[in-house]
């Protein structure tokens, strides 16, 4: 397909609720909304970077100028053959994964659409509807963090991962416990702990936890592999993991038993399929991990997250656990079984709302 155009609309989108990591709390999400045109036919991309590098090096701003002065221009006018020659046309720029995540999902979105198929059916997701979990931020005190995931629970979900940080680990990780003892639960510390520190962790595993992640650096691979050794429970990298090779590496050193797969993270849902062949390959179970996404983020970890590999629950919920008024016209709704089921429709199988667009636009440039 050759792109005719690529517009990036940067977006700042009230969240439902609070969310706090161990990183600090935003009330609201920014993200970079691509909209790519090509033969007729328009796509859309979901860039996830935020508006600062908490969790990762990028953020709005970075990915805003990358796309817009050095991924997007070349990128107009030759034919692009798929996913990977997309991918070996944005190699000249190094690292900005999120930016270039976001356009490969433009691309993807194209091209279900010029084929009349679905993500899923072109990534070969074998599962109509996916097991999904509810990412609780950390909250003000643990009664409150209690009260929050009896709520979730009510709601149906199946699975509660809770956000840690020192100081608000193992207290918390042991009420949730003694409150729902058959609860499938799993922490995230996103990388607040080192080595030395880490070991104030080793309470949690005698909770039956499904996973500890990311607890140290996101460039700590080697400090992983030696924590993992003091713990039966297994460690699930996020941030560690940048791509494939990551991947490999990790699991040959044993750093990790599980991956978080989030395409933005790895640069592209065609890198985050890359890992999950090679994790199927090694037995290693993945997830699909997300990023606050707008109905245009979750239609494409929907469709990610139906591969076969994916094993455990993802970090997809329902659109109003995010946000009171999103960008497309479809909502997200949980079924009965912790699932979310998977688009069928042509590319994402979304349709943007462009009043909302609108209403959210911070900036917006046509390329
Ligand atoms: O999309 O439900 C979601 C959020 C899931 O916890 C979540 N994501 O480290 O896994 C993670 C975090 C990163 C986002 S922090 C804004
Ligand atoms: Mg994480």
Request: with cysteine.
């Amino acid at each position: 397909m050759k792109l005719d155009s690529v517009t990036l609309y940067h977006l700042k989108m009230p969240l439902a609720a609070p969310f706090a990591t161990s990183f600090g709390s935003i009330s609201t999400r920014e993200c970079i909304l691509l909209e790519a045109k090509a033969e007729g036919f328009t796509g859309w991309g979901e860039c996830v970077a935020d508006r600062a590098p908490g969790y990762a090096c990028e953020t709005t701003g970075t990915a805003w100028h990358i796309l817009r002065d050095f991924l997007v221009p070349p990128l107009l006018g030759p034919e692009i053959a798929d996913a990977d020659d997309l991918q070996r046309r944005m190699a000249h720029v190094k690292g900005h994964r999120m930016a270039k995540a976001g356009l490969e999902l433009a691309f993807w979105d194209l091209r279900g659409k010029m084929e009349g198929r679905s993500l899923r059916d072109l990534l070969g997701g074998s599962r109509d509807r996916v097991p999904v979990g509810v990412s609780v931020g950390i909250q003000p005190t643990t009664g409150d963090l209690l009260r929050t995931v009896e709520d979730y629970l009510a709601q149906g979900y199946g699975r509660i991962k809770i956000k840690i940080k020192p100081g608000r680990d193992v207290n918390d990780t042991e009420a949730v416990r003694r409150a729902f003892p058959d609860l499938p639960l799993q922490v995230d510390a996103n990388s607040a702990y080192t080595l030395e520190t880490a070991d104030a962790l080793l309470p949690l595993d005698d909770l039956d936890l499904l996973l500890i992640e990311q607890p140290l650096a996101e460039d700590d691979l080697w400090d992983h592999r030696a924590l993992q050794t003091r713990f039966g429970t297994p460690l699930c990298l996020d941030e560690s993991i940048l791509g494939p090779r990551h991947a490999r590496q990790a699991i040959e050193m044993g750093a990790c038993r599980i991956i978080n797969i989030k395409a933005g993270r790895v640069g592209g849902i065609s890198r985050g399929v890359a890992i999950h062949d090679l994790c199927r390959e090694r037995d290693v179970p993945v997830w699909c991990g997300g990023m606050l996404e707008t109905g245009v983020g979750r239609a494409a970890n929907l469709a990610l997250a139906s591969l076969p590999g994916f094993a455990l629950p993802g970090d997809i919920s329902a659109t109003d656990r995010y946000y009171p008024r999103d960008i497309t016209h479809e909502r997200f709704t949980l079924n009965p079984d912790s699932t979310i089921t998977v688009p069928d429709a042509p590319g994402l199988g979304v349709t943007v709302d462009r009043a909302a667009v609108e209403r959210f636009t911070l900036a917006k440039i046509r390329l």
